[in-house]
């Protein structure tokens, strides 16, 4: 029996080359039983006229199939399904089945319901997406990422790509992060001081699942990382909101049973503050007079293009009470998840032990691109590009949001990538950022940065890193015009 032409689409949403969209449209007829074994699919001219595509390009796909055993040939007859092809799975599940498990009892954690928002998955479809933390794909270094993946791939680092490391992580890179990434900060770290973790949020989790329980205490910054606030809720431990002030989080604020204390000194999450020297010094002596260990989060100090950074917090600790936490997935792309904890041995030994229980390590052809990235010199030319761009938005957002009568509410001093807004007492900036959304605008509300029963609800984040420049003021004049519109009514 011959399989009609007619059967076969191309999704106009998939990915790839058109010789593997085709493998791809052929395996999955075959995968899920609508192509059976015997039957003749359509000649490669059919084929071609069809789809609209060049005869060569199904040749090959059919080529391809063929290798790996889907189809056979038959000499001048054709190409058919092959008896070798992989089998259907033989099971079809019952209409009439109903889930009968009372989840409300049989879940025994909940970590749904937080308040951490979401971003459109679209959102470089919007006109003004003054979304924080997402990668421009104007600025981003396509060409030798691809070639450092494709290194990474190859015959000489076949090792580093296929093994198991268990609990251990690619030599290369950690090797890379103790000569190099970490000696820009101040920080001196043997390789056993080092772990590789799946993004700075993953390396906090891993931190407070080792450090706390329910009988210990955490004090953070509010506002502070959203996503933070719901690990130490889910760890069970008492957590001690300490509002900041322009400076950051202020020591003598911090409650006397401490026992982590978690803080953003370079660039305060979500203001931008940045803790003068003489405050890093007062909270390091404030946490050894109540032995408390510091976890500090020093997710943005590339973007310190304005001056050079601060020293890090763990650069100035001579007690080894501060755990340092990077990330490489703000300043290359997010979906990298690629980020570091820098400990104590005793520290790192259970992280390491955690980790390993929870997910091994995380991939190892991951962690070879990135290495060859960085120890090639891409990343720091894609970093010193990244900041003259970032220079020149922050300098139009300035402009801008004076020149619109807009507050701004913190910045960061040596650069960053996004403003702390504030709005006129009664706007509620969730509602403002739905109504700016129906208009092609992006913008953050603040609320969920929030601890305790009584969170403003006028705060907002603009962030500047992946909108273009000249877009920037038209973007913040509709901003005004919606606050105005509401302070108004």
């Given at each position: 029996?011959?399989l009609?032409?007619?059967?076969?689409?191309?999704?106009?949403?998939?990915?790839?080359?058109?010789?593997?969209?085709?493998?791809?449209?052929?395996?999955?007829?075959i995968?899920s039983g609508?192509?059976e074994?015997?039957?003749?699919?359509?000649?490669?001219?059919?084929?071609?006229?069809?789809?609209?595509?060049?005869?060569?390009?199904?040749?090959?796909?059919?080529?391809?199939?063929?290798?790996?055993?889907?189809l056979t040939?038959?000499g001048?007859s054709?190409?058919?399904?092959s008896?070798?092809?992989?089998?259907?799975p033989?099971?079809?599940?019952?209409?009439?089945?109903?889930?009968?498990?009372?989840?409300?009892r049989?879940?025994?954690?909940r970590?749904?319901?937080?308040?951490?928002?979401?971003?459109p998955?679209?959102?470089?479809?919007?006109?003004?997406?003054?979304?924080?933390g997402?990668?421009?794909?104007?600025?981003?270094?396509?060409?030798?990422?691809?070639?450092?993946?494709?290194?990474?791939?190859?015959q000489?680092?076949?090792?580093?790509?296929?093994?198991?490391?268990?609990?251990q992580?690619?030599?290369?890179?950690?090797?890379?992060?103790?000569?190099?990434?970490?000696?820009?900060?101040?920080?001196t770290?043997?390789p056993?001081?080092?772990?590789?973790t799946?993004?700075a949020?993953?390396?906090?989790w891993?931190?407070?699942?080792?450090?706390?329980?329910?009988?210990r205490?955490a004090?953070?910054?509010?506002p502070?990382?959203?996503?933070?606030?719901?690990?130490?809720i889910q760890?069970r431990?008492?957590v001690?909101p300490?509002?900041?002030?322009?400076?950051?989080?202020?020591?003598?604020?911090?409650?006397?049973k401490?026992?982590?204390?978690?803080?953003?000194?370079?660039?305060q999450c979500p203001?931008?503050?940045?803790?003068?020297?003489e405050?890093?010094?007062?909270?390091?002596?404030?946490?050894?007079?109540?032995?408390a260990?510091i976890?500090?989060?020093?997710?943005?100090?590339?973007?310190s293009?304005?001056r050079?950074p601060?020293?890090a917090?763990?650069s100035?600790d001579t007690?080894?009470?501060?755990?340092?936490?990077?990330?490489f997935?703000?300043?290359?792309?997010p979906?990298?998840?690629?980020?570091?904890?820098?400990?104590?041995?005793?520290?790192?030994r259970?992280?390491?032990?955690?980790?390993?229980?929870?997910?091994r390590?995380?991939?190892?052809?991951?962690q070879r691109t990135?290495?060859?990235f960085?120890?090639l010199?891409?990343?720091?030319?894609?970093?010193?590009r990244?900041?003259?761009v970032?220079?020149?938005?922050?300098?139009?957002?300035?402009?801008?949001?004076?020149?619109?009568g807009?507050?701004?509410?913190?910045?960061?001093?040596?650069?960053?990538?996004?403003?702390?807004?504030?709005?006129?007492?009664?706007?509620?900036?969730?509602?403002?950022?739905r109504?700016?959304?129906?208009r092609?605008?992006?913008?953050?509300?603040?609320?969920?940065?929030f601890?305790?029963d009584?969170?403003?609800?006028n705060?907002?984040r603009?962030?500047y890193?992946?909108?273009?420049?000249?877009?920037?003021?038209?973007?913040l004049?509709?901003?005004?015009?919606?606050?105005?519109?509401?302070?108004?009514?």
């Open positions: 029996m011959s009609p032409v007619e059967t076969f689409f191309l999704n106009p949403d998939a990915q790839g080359t058109l010789q593997a969209q085709i493998q791809q449209m052929i395996a999955q007829g995968l609508r192509f074994r015997g039957e003749k699919l359509p000649s490669t001219r059919k084929m071609a006229v069809h789809l609209g595509v060049s005869r060569i390009t199904v040749t090959i796909a059919y080529t391809e199939l063929l290798a790996n055993d889907y040939s038959k001048r054709g190409y058919f399904v008896d070798n092809a992989p089998t259907p033989l099971f079809s599940p019952s209409p009439e089945a109903t889930d009968t498990v009372d989840w409300t049989a879940i025994g954690q970590y749904s319901g937080g308040v951490t928002p979401t971003k998955q679209d959102w470089a479809d919007y006109r003004y997406p003054f979304v924080y997402q990668a421009d794909r104007t600025l981003f270094d396509h060409a030798n990422w691809r070639l450092c993946a494709l290194q990474a791939l190859g000489r680092d076949f090792t580093s790509m296929t093994t198991d490391y268990y609990d992580d690619d030599p290369q890179l950690i090797e890379f992060i103790a000569r190099h990434t970490l000696p820009r900060r101040g920080i770290a043997s056993n001081q080092i772990l590789i799946l993004g949020q993953n390396a906090l891993l931190t407070a699942q080792v450090l706390l329980t329910q009988r205490n004090a953070l910054e509010d502070c990382y959203h996503a933070l606030r719901e690990i130490l760890s431990c008492h001690t300490v509002r900041v002030d322009r400076s950051g989080l202020p020591p003598e604020a911090v409650p006397p401490t026992d982590v204390i978690f803080t953003t000194p370079s660039h203001t931008n503050a940045t803790m003068p020297l405050r890093r010094r007062a909270l390091l002596e404030r946490a050894r007079e109540i032995d260990l976890v500090e989060d020093d997710y943005e100090f590339e973007t293009f304005l050079p601060s020293p917090l763990k100035l007690d080894g009470r501060v755990i340092y936490v990077g990330s997935s703000k300043s290359l792309f979906g990298l998840r690629l980020g570091y904890l820098v400990g104590s041995e005793p520290f790192i259970e992280v390491r032990a955690l980790r390993a229980s929870v997910l390590h995380p991939p190892g052809h991951i990135a290495s060859y960085l120890s010199g891409h990343y720091d030319a894609l970093i010193r990244m900041s003259g970032l220079h020149e938005r922050r300098a139009q957002m300035e402009e801008a949001i004076a020149q619109h807009l507050t701004i509410a913190g910045q960061g001093a040596h650069g960053g990538s996004s403003f702390w807004m504030r709005a006129p007492e009664g706007i509620d900036t969730e509602h403002l950022a109504k700016l959304q129906g092609g605008v992006l913008i953050e509300p603040g609320r969920s940065f601890g305790g009584e969170q403003p609800t705060f907002y603009l962030g890193s992946s909108i273009a420049a000249s877009r920037i003021s038209d973007g004049s509709m901003v005004a015009e919606a606050i105005n519109a509401g302070s108004n009514r």
